[in-house]
């Protein structure tokens, strides 16, 4: 399975943030969209990510304030990236070594979306219960011992 393959899925509705923005409106942003994640922008150009794990170690930095910074003073200035094309497996191989949660989806320099840890995991169960529905079914459809045997006969 494919980048593509979730992506076609879940659409391609993304979030995104400039990096001179108030870091204050942006945790605004991401609280009104119910949203963990922005993808912060620079002259059309992705620089970063911005998480609530972001926020959260800037907040606790400051005294429990988001003050007069903005998103650049908080943001992940290297995120991992992948592009449609990469293999779900290696997608989850790598937001587990990083502990990443969320992971910007590019193709050459344009933004195609973003996959969550929580998508990566649901096409995972999705898949697996796919596949044992159709083993189950198959499984259900084999033939008994008597059914194989009385076919050998005839034969």
Not at 33 to 61: A, N, Y
Request: aromatic letters at 6%; a negative charge; proline letters at 3%.
């Amino acid at each position: 399975m494919k980048v593509s393959d979730i992506l076609r899925v879940k659409g391609g509705t993304v979030f995104t943030v400039d990096v001179q923005e108030p870091l204050s409106l942006a945790v605004e942003t991401m609280a009104q969209k119910d949203i963990g994640s922005l993808v912060v922008i620079e002259h059309g150009d992705v620089v970063g990510m911005l998480t609530f794990r972001e926020v959260i170690q800037w907040v606790v930095k400051n005294q429990g304030s988001t003050g007069t910074a903005i998103v650049r003073t908080a943001m992940d200035d290297a995120p991992l990236t992948c592009t449609p094309e990469t293999d779900l497996d290696e997608v989850r191989r790598m937001m587990l070594e990083r502990h990443a949660r969320y992971m910007p989806v590019m193709s050459k320099r344009m933004l195609m979306g973003v996959v969550s840890f929580y998508d990566v995991a649901k096409a995972v169960v999705d898949s697996q219960n796919f596949e044992n529905k159709m083993l189950k079914a198959y499984i259900r459809d084999w033939p008994s011992e008597q059914e194989a045997d009385s076919a050998e006969v005839s034969k």
